[in-house]
């Protein structure tokens, strides 16, 4: 039996790629992913600079949230070493869909019609030009 097995050398990797790659998280974003990959493909592959720019003058609600998580991944980089900020892109941005939360709405004659209250998770990945 070798000394790693699959699972440790997965791990290994996983750790490797997350210190060259710093990321952040949120999740359960109570935001429609539709709406938050409207933002996201704003900024995807823009520096840092330009990604804040663009989202500091954007009049939706998520704009400020994903300025609050590019932020935290650019503090995650700085904490683990990529010192130099000005040389920080978007490498990758995605949202995903979260669980759904559902509503029942009362409607003429005793029915009920659904409403779907969609949650986004969204991870942010910086990384040196």
Not at 20 to 29: G, T, V, W
């Amino acid at each position: 039996m070798s000394l790693y097995t699959k699972n440790a050398t997965k791990k290994l990797r996983y750790e490797a790629e997350r210190k060259e790659n710093p990321r952040a998280i949120l999740r359960n974003l109570r935001v429609a992913p539709r709406k938050m990959r409207m933002l996201a493909d704003m900024i995807r592959g823009k520096k840092i600079d330009e990604a804040m720019a663009l989202l500091t003058f954007t009049p939706k609600y998520g704009a400020k949230i994903l300025q609050k998580l590019v932020m935290s991944a650019v503090y995650n980089a700085e904490n683990q070493g990529l010192d130099d900020s000005e040389r920080l892109c978007i490498k990758s941005i995605f949202v995903n869909e979260g669980p759904i939360m559902k509503w029942r709405r009362p409607r003429a004659r005793g029915r009920a019609f659904r409403i779907n209250k969609r949650t986004s998770h969204i991870t942010v990945t910086v990384g040196e030009v």
